[in-house]
């Protein structure tokens, strides 16, 4: 026979420390990100889009070039630039798919995966086609 549910169990449990200094980090280099993005001339069209098969950081887009930015923040940019799984690549991927079916634009020409590098006391550093798909 089941235990009866506690009260107690449905009581969320609040996220640990690092993981709320994590998820701020996150949010402050994805803006940093998009702030150089719109510095060079990008407009962004989505920020943080969830989709079922994962979430895409950025969508910007140049003229009739869309790009799909993976922003990573680490203490340097060199550590930044180590972490970019295969397994996240194929999640962002699978992700653009779904945006582009539910934002169809004619106008698009091409279509890129870049990478944003961010690390404190640095200026972002952009990498264009960081990845095919």
Same mark, same amino acid.
């Given at each position: 026979? #089941? &235990?009866?549910?506690? +009260?107690?169990?449905?009581?969320?449990?609040?996220?640990?420390?690092?993981?709320? !200094? #994590?998820? *701020? %980090?996150?949010?402050?280099?994805?803006?940093?990100?998009? #702030?150089?993005?719109? !510095?060079?001339?990008?407009? $962004?069209?989505?920020?943080?889009?969830?989709?079922?098969?994962?979430?895409?950081?950025?969508? !910007? *887009?140049? +003229? *009739?070039?869309?790009? /799909?930015?993976?922003? @990573? !923040?680490?203490?340097?940019?060199?550590?930044?630039?180590?972490?970019? %799984?295969? *397994?996240?690549?194929? &999640? =962002?991927?699978?992700?653009?798919? =779904?945006?582009?079916?539910?934002?169809?634009?004619?106008?698009?020409?091409?279509?890129?995966?870049?990478?944003?590098?961010?690390?404190?006391? @640095?200026?972002?550093?952009? $990498?264009?086609?960081? /990845?095919? %798909?």
């Amino acid at each position: 026979m #089941a &235990r009866p549910i506690d +009260r107690k169990d449905l009581v969320k449990h609040p996220p640990r420390p690092e993981r709320v !200094a #994590a998820f *701020r %980090t996150g949010i402050s280099a994805e803006s940093r990100a998009a #702030a150089f993005l719109l !510095a060079k001339g990008y407009r $962004i069209l989505a920020r943080r889009w969830k989709s079922p098969l994962g979430e895409i950081d950025i969508v !910007a *887009r140049r +003229r *009739r070039l869309l790009i /799909f930015v993976e922003v @990573k !923040a680490r203490a340097s940019l060199d550590e930044a630039a180590e972490v970019v %799984t295969p *397994r996240q690549r194929s &999640r =962002i991927a699978a992700a653009a798919e =779904i945006w582009l079916a539910r934002h169809p634009d004619e106008s698009v020409q091409d279509i890129r995966f870049d990478a944003m590098l961010v690390a404190p006391g @640095k200026l972002p550093r952009h $990498i264009p086609a960081a /990845f095919e %798909t």
